[in-house]
């Protein structure tokens, strides 16, 4: 009998199930398009595997079973039911019977920007489909390569081995003060931009930004009264503060209508930046993320042709 640790052979096991059900070689070697030399080979080493002769003459022309083929007759047709099955096309993903949650890093700009559209898309055609946003650091491209998050959203300087990026859009930066402000008119020019005390929003907790690198760049330095992690917060504070506000503009169109707000052009140049969709390798041709990142992609490019 051979070394049951010997390699396997997948093929055996359809030449196991052809004989078996045939009882023939040259009909079991037509079965599976072999030459009837190749079937009677595949017998000869499945004899040798199970230490049994399997198929004997009988009185027919076919060949009878031995009580051990018997037993096996079950497992090689179960068996090769499994080997189709993996080769099978995959069913049609349908987002209607989905049943799933996803786990998001996104910031509160890029939530309110988002959600408000994809939860409107995911009601009426995934109902089953769960968001979960939790809050995140700068281990965001460890979470996607572990497993933890399924996509990341917004300015992510993301770029390690196994993970995908699709462009979203591009975005810039704009101030805003309240609408009453008594130190700002119809423009903001710099000596009064870093007169004003400023709110700094941080999502990853680093009290320095952009603008404070731009302004660097050119000798100066503003005063930062508040530091928070909330760009919604922000935009609260400000309407009913004196305070003043430097924020993607995206945000701004989406709550404008909601806060007594006036939108001003920035008194310094400050390069625009593109937002991303992230992902890990190993989900990219996943049926069910696919197709959420599509209907993100779809909500976003909506929002932003309008």
Request: glycine fraction near 6%; aromatic fraction near 4%.
């Amino acid at each position: 009998m051979s070394d049951p640790d010997d390699k396997l052979d997948a093929n055996l096991v359809l030449a196991l199930h052809a004989l078996l059900r045939e009882r023939s070689v040259s009909r079991a070697a037509a079965r599976m398009g072999l030459g009837q030399p190749a079937m009677s080979h595949a017998l000869k080493r499945l004899r040798e595997r199970f230490d049994d002769p399997l198929l004997v003459r009988g009185d027919g022309r076919l060949m009878q079973l031995t009580p051990r083929a018997v037993e096996l007759a079950d497992l090689a047709q179960q068996g090769v039911e499994s080997i189709a099955r993996v080769f099978a096309a995959p069913a049609a993903f349908d987002p209607v019977t989905c049943v799933r949650r996803f786990r998001v890093a996104s910031s509160d700009a890029m939530n309110v920007n988002l959600l408000p559209g994809l939860l409107a898309r995911l009601a009426h055609e995934a109902p089953g489909v769960d968001l979960e946003l939790p809050i995140t650091g700068p281990s965001v491209a460890t979470a996607l390569e572990e497993g933890r998050l399924d996509l990341a959203i917004g300015r992510w300087d993301l770029a390690p081995m196994g993970l995908r990026r699709r462009r979203l859009y591009r975005e810039r930066l704009v101030c805003v003060v309240r609408a009453e402000h008594p130190r700002v008119g119809e423009t903001l020019d710099l000596a009064t931009y870093l007169a004003l005390p400023h709110v700094l929003v941080a999502p990853r907790g680093t009290p320095h930004g952009v603008v404070d690198d731009a302004l660097a760049r050119l000798g100066h330095q503003r005063r930062i009264a508040v530091v928070l992690q909330s760009f919604v917060a922000a935009m609260i504070i400000v309407a009913s503060s004196d305070l003043v506000l430097t924020l993607p503009q995206r945000l701004v169109q989406r709550l404008q209508g909601q806060l007594v707000l006036r939108v001003l052009a920035p008194p310094i140049d400050l390069d625009s930046f593109e937002l991303h969709l992230v992902w890990h390798e190993r989900d990219h041709y996943d049926p069910a993320h696919r197709w959420l990142r599509g209907l993100v992609v779809s909500v976003l490019q909506t929002d932003d042709d309008a």
